[in-house]
């Protein structure tokens, strides 16, 4: 095993895993109709547009932290609906913005000075009066987290609704 020969080895790991979590996830999307998207397959609320829908609020929330650093809170943040998908919605604009947004946080994160850098967390509603600094590489690890958890999720509602399932499909070719 070699070590690493700069900092910035590390940034690109963490970018690579949390991309390839983000395809991981993507699969689950691949050949379901926009009314598959919607619907509830298991006994969760949760349907496969929701959780896309809810990991790109994530991702414009955490990229909006990571340029910022202010506190500030971003647009959506303590948006209940992020986890429905809307009516009239389809999959492709689900996983287009989707795409987009996860893009946006790669870039923040490829323009800090460093993952020791500290972004100052927006004020939650539970606990107003605490401030929390995270550094980038800190929330990388939690993008990480977040989106291989809901990754899972996703492939249980995907073999709930067709049988179809993450591992089945690793090897189609496309998308």
């Not at 095993?1 to 690109?12: A, G, K, P």
């Not at 050949?31 to 509830?40: E, F, K, L, S, V």
């Not at 991702?59 to 909006?64: F, I, S």
């Not at 996860?102 to 923040?108: I, N, R, S, V």
């Amino acid at each position: 095993m070699t070590q690493h020969s700069s900092v910035n080895d590390d940034r690109t790991d963490l970018l690579r895993a949390l991309q390839e979590q983000r395809e991981t996830f993507l699969i689950t999307l691949r050949g379901i109709t926009d009314a598959q998207a919607a619907h509830r397959s298991t006994a969760s609320e949760l349907t496969l547009g929701g959780l896309v829908r809810h990991l790109t609020s994530g991702e414009r929330v955490w990229a909006h932290i990571l340029t910022t650093g202010d506190g500030s809170t971003p647009e959506g943040m303590w948006d209940m609906d992020q986890y429905r998908m809307p009516e009239g919605a389809a999959v492709a604009d689900l996983v287009a913005a989707y795409r987009a947004a996860a893009k946006a946080t790669d870039e923040a994160v490829m323009a800090l000075p460093s993952l020791e850098t500290t972004a100052r967390l927006p004020e939650a509603p539970w606990a107003p009066d605490e401030v929390h600094h995270w550094s980038g590489h800190r929330i990388l690890l939690h993008l990480l987290r977040e989106t291989a958890q809901h990754a899972g999720h996703a492939d249980i509602l995907r073999e709930s609704l067709d049988g179809a399932n993450t591992t089945a499909q690793l090897g189609t070719p496309g998308d």
